[in-house]
C-alpha cells in the first residue's frame, strides 16, 4: 500500500532539552513569548500547508482537472481523468456523524409543520440571504440581490464545538479562533471576516454528504465503496442517497446538479474543478495537521494528529430552511465547558504521572 504525503511527515516531539532548570518567576513569560512568536510563524507561512492539503485530497480524485468547454450556452470545462498515479486518502474514520430523526434528541432534531429538521450550523459573513435572518423564521437560501442559490456545506448540531473541545482545548485564544475554524473545516484561513455560525434547521431529506456515499444515516463503508478506474480512485456510489430534486452546485457556484445523475455529476466535476483540500470521504480536512515546519509549512507544535475533521454535510442549493440564531462570539461559544477542562487537565495529570512513574520505575 502506497503511503499518503501527509503520512511521510515527520511528527512533533513534544519534549524538551534544556542543560538547567529555568526559574519558575521566568517560565510563565517565556511561555507566552514562545506562543506568540509560533503564532506570528504559523500565519506567514500557513498558505504552503494549504497548498500541500489540495494537493493531497486532488492526488486521490478519479477526475483532477479540466479541459475544452461544452457547446455553447454551456461554456464549462469539461472534467477530465487524472493522468498521474492516484493516492487513495488512508484515514478511514468510523465515528462519522450520521443523521437519523430522533424525537427524543430536541437540541439535534425538530419536527416543523410535519416535516422532520435537523440542526446544523455554517461558517458565513452576515451578507446575503443571512443578512435578513430572524430567529424561528424560514428563510430561502438564495442572494435577495444576485438571485443565486447558497449552496451550504455544514455541520450538524454541536459538532464543530465538539471537535475543538477534544482537540483545541488548550491552544484557542480569541486571536486564533477563526483561523483554527477555516482549518478544520477545510478553508482558506479567513481570519478578519466576521465570520459567524449561523445555525438553522434543514429538512432531513434535504440533507446530504458531499462524499462518495451521500448517504447520512449509516457510516460510510469504505472497503464497499467502488473502484472501478483501475487507478486506485474511488467512485461515487449509485443509486445515491436523496430525492431527485436536490440541487448540488460545483464549489464555485458554476453549474447546478439535479436529478438522477445529479449526485454522480457533481462529484465528478467538484473533483475536477475545486481547488480546495475537499476529501469526498464524509469528513474535512483539517490542514492544522500538515504545519510541521518541514518544506515551507509553518511550524505548530501544537496542531493535530490526523487531518480528519469534522463530518461534513450539504443542504440542498436555495433551500427553504428555518433559521434559529448566530453565534457571533466565536472564541466563548467554542470555549470548553468547565467540566470538560476540568476532565482534559486531570487526564494530562494521570498521563505525566504514568510516565514519571516510568521514568523512575
Known amino acids: 500500500m502506497k503511503t499518503s504525503q501527509a503520512e511521510k511527515l515527520p ?46 485530497t486532488k492526488l486521490s480524485f ?3 482537472h479540466t479541459d475544452g468547454a461544452l457547446p455553447p450556452p454551456q461554456t464549462n470545462p469539461v472534467a477530465q481523468v487524472a ?8 484515514e478511514t474514520p468510523n465515528s462519522l456523524t450520521t443523521i437519523n430523526y430522533d424525537a427524543g434528541n430536541a437540541d439535534l432534531y425538530k419536527e416543523i409543520g410535519g416535516t422532520n429538521y435537523v440542526l446544523v450550523s455554517t461558517y458565513t459573513r452576515k451578507t446575503s440571504c443571512w443578512a435578513n435572518a430572524l430567529p424561528d423564521t424560514p428563510l430561502t437560501l438564495v442572494d435577495p440581490g444576485a438571485g443565486y442559490k447558497i449552496f451550504p456545506w455544514v455541520s450538524a448540531g454541536s459538532d464543530l464545538k465538539n471537535y475543538f473541545a477534544a482537540n483545541y482545548s488548550t491552544k484557542l485564544t480569541p486571536g486564533n479562533v477563526d483561523r483554527l475554524i477555516s482549518q478544520t473545516l477545510g478553508m482558506p484561513d479567513r481570519t478578519g471576516q466576521n465570520r459567524v455560525l449561523a445555525f ?5 431529506s434535504d440533507v446530504l454528504r458531499p462524499a462518495y456515499s451521500a448517504d447520512i444515516s449509516t457510516q460510510i463503508s469504505y472497503s464497499g465503496l467502488l473502484k472501478p478506474y483501475g487507478d486506485n480512485s474511488y467512485a461515487a456510489d449509485s443509486p445515491p442517497a436523496g430525492t431527485e430534486n436536490f440541487i448540488f452546485e460545483d464549489y ?25 483540500p475537499w476529501t469526498a470521504m464524509g469528513y474535512t480536512y ?11 509549512r509553518a511550524n505548530d507544535p501544537f496542531r493535530v494528529d490526523s487531518y480528519v475533521g469534522t463530518t461534513e454535510f450539504v443542504v440542498s442549493a436555495g433551500e427553504t430552511v428555518v433559521f434559529d440564531h448566530f453565534e457571533n462570539d466565536l472564541y466563548s461559544y467554542l470555549v470548553p465547558e468547565p ?3 476540568i476532565l482534559l487537565l486531570l487526564g494530562a495529570g494521570v498521563v505525566y504521572f504514568v510516565r514519571l512513574r516510568r521514568m523512575h520505575g
Do not use: K
Not at 506568540?36 to 500547508?49: D, G, I, N, Y
Not at 493522468?83 to 488512508?90: A, E, F, Q, Y
Not at 438553522?200 to 432531513?204: K, L
Open 11 to 56: 511528527r512533533w516531539n513534544p519534549s524538551f532539552s534544556r542543560s538547567g532548570s529555568v526559574p519558575a518567576q521566568q517560565r510563565l513569560p517565556f511561555i507566552v513569548f514562545a506562543v506568540v512568536f509560533l503564532s506570528v510563524c504559523a500565519v506567514w507561512s500557513a498558505e504552503q500547508a494549504y497548498t500541500d492539503a489540495v494537493t493531497q
Open 62 to 64: 478519479h477526475w483532477d
Open 83 to 90: 493522468t498521474t498515479t492516484r493516492v487513495t486518502l488512508t
Open 200 to 204: 438553522f434547521w434543514a429538512p432531513i
Open 252 to 276: 464555485n457556484n458554476l453549474p447546478e446538479y439535479t436529478g438522477t445523475n445529479g449526485f454522480s455529476s457533481f462529484m465528478t466535476n467538484n473533483e475536477a474543478r475545486t481547488t480546495m
Open 286 to 296: 483539517n490542514w492544522n495537521y500538515l504545519e510541521d515546519g518541514q518544506d515551507g
Open 339 to 341: 467540566g470538560s477542562v
